[in-house]
């Protein structure tokens, strides 16, 4: 099922907060390093390289994003918001 304007915008924003707070806990020398690394983990995660947004453009008409984002290791809202960089998302949408 498609997702609608207000549920991409939701999980985009979503993903921003989440990316913060796992950029805060990996720069906060505070916490325990297990989690640090924990963190830094995650944020790689939920970065594309230039590699894999293209490889993202390539796989855009023939899968999901929750396809693509298993087939890169990434997460669904970031797969939404580089597609939606690259104005894929708004064309999967009106067709």
């Known amino acids: 099922m ?3 304007k207000n ?3 939701w999980c985009i924003e979503m993903a ?3 990316k913060q707070q796992f950029y ?3 720069v906060d020398e505070s916490q325990p390093l297990e989690e640090r ?3 830094a983990r995650e944020l790689q995660r939920r970065t594309l390289s230039t590699r894999k ?3 993202l453009v390539l796989l855009w ?3 999901t994003p929750s396809e693509i984002a298993a087939m890169l290791n990434v997460t669904v809202p970031t797969v939404i918001g580089v597609a939606s960089q690259y104005g894929l998302w708004q064309r999967r ?3």
Do not use: G
Request: glycine share 0%.
């Open 2 to 4: 498609p997702m609608n």
């Open 7 to 9: 549920s991409q915008r």
């Open 16 to 18: 921003s907060q989440a």
């Open 24 to 26: 805060e806990i990996a």
């Open 37 to 39: 690394y924990a963190a």
């Open 53 to 55: 947004s293209y490889e």
């Open 61 to 63: 008409p023939h899968y």
């Open 93 to 95: 949408r009106s067709s």
